[in-house]
């Protein structure tokens, strides 16, 4: 374990690129969405359509890559080159968190991608406990720095109280993504970041006036994970058995975007082990209006660099778009309403909140 901001930035990429800390035993429950193959989908395979709006953008696939890094030199360069690649194939980008930005003003250029994303729409982020810990003036600075269209909030309880150096206190998060909903002039997103929003936590945010949310359900990339490897690497005993034993914390991926479709948020980003483009179009039947990969893309580009990541997406899109012929859909909007059976253990989550998950 390497101390310091820049030694935990430096530390969470090194983990997500080369270990597995993906969830052990807890998917995303994706798998328990099955669509109605249509034989006479009618439709020219080449003329699918799957251009979205989201958060006043428009994206040429509903797929963000999600939030990972700022801070170091490495961080500045996955920004720069993840960045580029969400341009070219008009996606959604999210930086990591800013608060290295904050502590350290002189580290900004590692955040900065608007050179190599001019069009994309950029999402800015900074964790519930430093929202809380500051002003709006000193928020909206940190989003015209970076030039950011929208900021995510990002939640992370579980991942701080595994983390050694974590916070403990998330007393007046709530209100102060309120405030911020308020003054801000660009939309909030509040974001977990891998143990997803239960429908508690969804009336809660809507309560505040948040109207974007990604997920970030449990299933992919383990915080609590990232964060038990770390306290093993520094010897503290206490934290590993504590991360151990909280690995798989969290509400899977598909039952969390069904509790945010159904609590009415005006955008939900589906995040959290989404792998393929199946994944995306099975995010979206269940309400979703785009899907976020985060650890997939920065392991394309450790394999491989640009090239692998493009490799990677060309892949996911293809697999959406062929969905989306064999369900009949020849756009997003029918996507999200084409038929699909849910089975097994996600029934059973979404039974057991009173998650309706009939088509009204
Ligand atoms: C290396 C790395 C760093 C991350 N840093 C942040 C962060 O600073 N802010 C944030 O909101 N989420 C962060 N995340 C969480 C992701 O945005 C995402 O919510 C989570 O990893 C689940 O997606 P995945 O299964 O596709 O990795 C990070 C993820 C990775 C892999």
């Not at 958060?55 to 960045?83: F, H, S, Y």
């Not at 580009?301 to 009949?328: I, K, P, S, T, Y």
């Amino acid at each position: 374990m390497t101390a310091g901001i820049e030694g935990r930035k430096q530390d969470h990429l090194t983990l997500c690129a080369t270990e597995d800390v993906g969830f052990r035993a807890q998917g995303t429950l994706l798998d328990g969405v099955r669509f109605v193959h249509d034989a006479v989908p009618e439709l020219d395979a080449g003329s699918i359509d799957s251009t979205t709006r989201l958060l006043g953008k428009r994206l040429r696939a509903p797929i963000v890559i999600a939030a990972m890094t700022g801070g170091t030199d490495e961080a500045a360069k996955v920004n720069q080159a993840l960045a580029a690649v969400a341009e070219a194939r008009g996606y959604g980008f999210g930086l990591g968190s800013q608060r290295a930005m904050m502590k350290r003003p002189e580290s900004a250029g590692t955040f900065r991608v608007r050179e190599a994303a001019p069009t994309t729409l950029v999402l800015g982020n900074l964790g519930g406990v430093q929202v809380a810990a500051s002003s709006t003036s000193e928020v909206r600075a940190l989003i015209e720095a970076v030039g950011a269209d929208a900021l995510c909030v990002h939640l992370n309880p579980a991942m701080e109280i595994v983390q050694p150096e974590g916070d403990r206190d998330f007393r007046g998060v709530l209100a102060a993504i309120a405030r911020l909903v308020h003054e801000l002039e660009v939309p909030v997103v509040a974001k977990e970041t891998g143990c997803g929003l239960s429908p508690r936590a969804a009336r809660k945010l809507v309560s505040a006036g948040v109207r974007h949310v990604d997920v970030s359900g449990a299933g992919g990339t383990s915080w609590v994970g990232v964060e038990t490897k770390r306290a093993a690497d520094a010897g503290d005993v206490r934290k590993r058995a504590l991360g151990e034993a909280l690995w798989d914390w969290g509400v899977p991926t598909a039952v969390t975007t069904v509790a945010c479709a159904k609590a009415g948020f005006a955008t939900v980003i589906a995040t959290g082990g989404i792998a393929t483009g199946l994944d995306v179009a099975r995010a979206l039947a269940l309400g979703a209006h785009a899907a976020g990969f985060a650890r997939p893309a920065l392991k394309a580009l450790h394999r491989g660099g640009v090239a692998a990541v493009h490799e990677f997406f060309d892949e996911v899109e293809a697999e959406l778009r062929a969905v989306m012929l064999l369900v009949g859909a020849g756009d997003l909007a029918s996507l999200r309403h084409a038929p699909r059976v849910l089975s097994g253990e996600l029934r059973g989550w979404l039974d057991q909140l009173g998650l309706d998950h009939a088509r009204g």
